[in-house]
């Protein structure tokens, strides 16, 4: 999964974790991927865009982005633009250990993830939904009785509330836009059939372009050739299957590969471990701290 242009930052060793980010961009982000949900609420600043899987959106102030495990984003500013953000990083597992069957904490990371909107736009709810998380950065500076059991009780808050608002379709989704719809309507197109067979000639014949020419295009958009973005998906689906209690042949299987000798040395090479020790937690990425 690591291409030029294209890579996996960030990381998480806890089962969460907080930001509060002030400064102004100093560099520009390539598209990049983790191997960990992440929520960013943009607070305010100059105009910004975010971009996620190939389609871009205008922030305004208070909009939450969802960012599911394995999409690629980037935030998109001029150098030296104010950018007021939080970011909450959120561990899957540690989110479906502390679920229940009526209860899937990861619920508005799926549902973002299968429905193609990543961008929720908060309106005069702004203060309900915040509130939790500056709650939790009040926690994380002033430690005391009961830490864990609030921290923990603060980020299931923000996700309910945040899924019962997806849900009830109070909190409206923000219009996107893209710098080329054909590539966003195939990377839409792949994530939907993620686990089935997809080939270069059927994916050009279906979207009315040449092979070659869409191929140029997909790694234009998204520093990532077809093949690199399926596999890396794919793995990271196997993964989610495997940390679940899925049999690591039958987790091979159910995410679209059919070589489990194959999948074993891609997936070695995607996570520095092999798919017996993916159990152990170990999210380490390139960098410490995300845009």
């Not at 909107?117 to 009040?138: D, K, M, S």
Request: glycine share 8%; net charge positive; aromatic share 12%.
């Amino acid at each position: 999964m690591e291409q030029p242009g294209y890579e996996k930052r960030g990381y998480l060793r806890e089962d969460f974790r907080l930001f509060h980010l002030t400064a102004s961009m100093t560099e520009t982000v390539g598209w990049h991927y983790h191997a960990f949900h992440k929520l960013c609420v943009y607070l305010g600043g100059d105009a910004i865009r975010y971009g996620i899987e190939g389609r871009s959106y205008a922030l305004e102030p208070g909009d939450m982005i969802l960012v599911p495990q394995g999409c690629v984003h980037r935030p998109e500013a001029p150098l030296g633009a104010a950018y007021d953000r939080m970011l909450l990083y959120l561990s899957p597992e540690y989110l479906r250990s502390i679920s229940t069957e009526e209860t899937a904490l990861e619920t508005c990371f799926l549902q973002a993830a299968e429905e193609f909107h990543f961008v929720i736009r908060t309106g005069r709810r702004n203060g309900t939904l915040l509130e939790p998380l500056f709650a939790l950065e009040r926690t994380f500076a002033r430690p005391g009785f009961g830490q864990t059991m609030l921290e923990q009780a603060l980020v299931a808050q923000v996700l309910i509330s945040l899924t019962r608002g997806m849900q009830e379709q109070v909190l409206p989704f923000a219009s996107a836009s893209a710098a080329d719809e054909k590539i966003a309507a195939i990377l839409q197109y792949l994530a939907c059939h993620l686990t089935e067979p997809v080939s270069i000639d059927d994916l050009a014949a279906k979207f009315y372009i040449s092979k070659y020419h869409m191929m140029r295009r997909f790694r234009a958009q998204t520093g990532y050739t077809i093949h690199a973005y399926l596999t890396g998906k794919r793995l990271m689906l196997a993964r989610e299957k495997i940390a679940s209690g899925v049999p690591m042949m039958e987790a091979a299987c159910k995410s679209g590969f059919g070589d489990y000798s194959a999948f074993s040395r891609a997936y070695r090479k995607q996570f520095g471990q092999s798919p017996r020790a993916s159990c152990q937690k170990d999210f380490s990425g390139k960098n410490g701290k995300d845009t």
